[in-house]
Each structure stands twice: as C-alpha cells, then as structure tokens.
Nanobody, 114 residues
Framework: QVQLVESGGGLVQPGGSLRLSCAASAFIFSTYAMGWYRQAPRKEREFVAG???????NYADSVKGRFTISRDNAKSTVYLQMNSLKFEDTAMYYC????????WGQGTQVTVSS
C-alpha cells in the first residue's frame, strides 16, 4: 500500500526554521516527481515547491529564496527546508507524488507564531 508520511511540522517563531520530511513507501520513488503543497484555513490548497526525477526544482514566488526542496532517492524521502518563516507560512503542508499514479500524504501542521 502506497504511503507518504510527513513529519517535522510544529510551532515556530517568525524568522525561524523547520525541516519537513516525507517518507514514501510501496512505489518506485526515483521515478516520481515529488512536491509540497499547503493549505491555510479558509484558503485553497496551493503549490509550494516541486522536484523532478532529475532533481530540477521549482518554487512558488512566495517562498523563493526561503524554502529549499530536496530528495534522497536512497531513502525514498523528500525534504522541505523552510527558513525565514513568516506568519503567512502557517498552514497544513502536504507531500505529493506524481508518476504512474498520484499520491498524497496526510499532512503536517506548520504554525508560525510569536
């Protein structure tokens, strides 16, 4: 059974950092593009960052220069390093995988608050 399990969320002050992880299982991770989306209360889910099977990355304008996505195919894990966090980064963060099938994790909550 395919699983994407996110971890690393939590409460952080503005300007702080968090590193999210998404551990994948039961599919050939290296053949899938991976990415992160987020959804804040009363807002639509929005794209945050993506990484191709070749390692090409792209980011939403709102996080460019602050967030970095990476993947470790040996560990079947994708990461999102988030620096200089802002109040508006508060959201549930979801990991996604796109390839022969499309999969989503259950999400991890990130709260930026003083």
């Amino acid at each position: 059974q395919v699983q994407l399990v996110e971890s690393g969320g939590g409460l952080v002050q503005p300007g702080g950092s968090l590193r999210l992880s998404c551990a994948a299982s039961a599919f050939i991770f290296s053949t899938y593009a991976m990415g992160w989306y987020r959804q804040a209360p009363r807002k639509e889910r929005e794209f945050v960052a993506g990484i191709s099977t070749f390692g090409t990355t792209n980011y939403a304008d709102s996080v460019k220069g602050r967030f970095t996505i990476s993947r470790d195919n040996a560990k079947s894990t994708v990461y999102l390093q988030m620096n200089s966090l802002k109040f508006e980064d508060t959201a549930m963060y979801y990991c996604g995988a796109w390839g022969a099938g499309d999969y989503w994790g259950q999400g991890t909550q990130v709260t930026v608050s003083s």
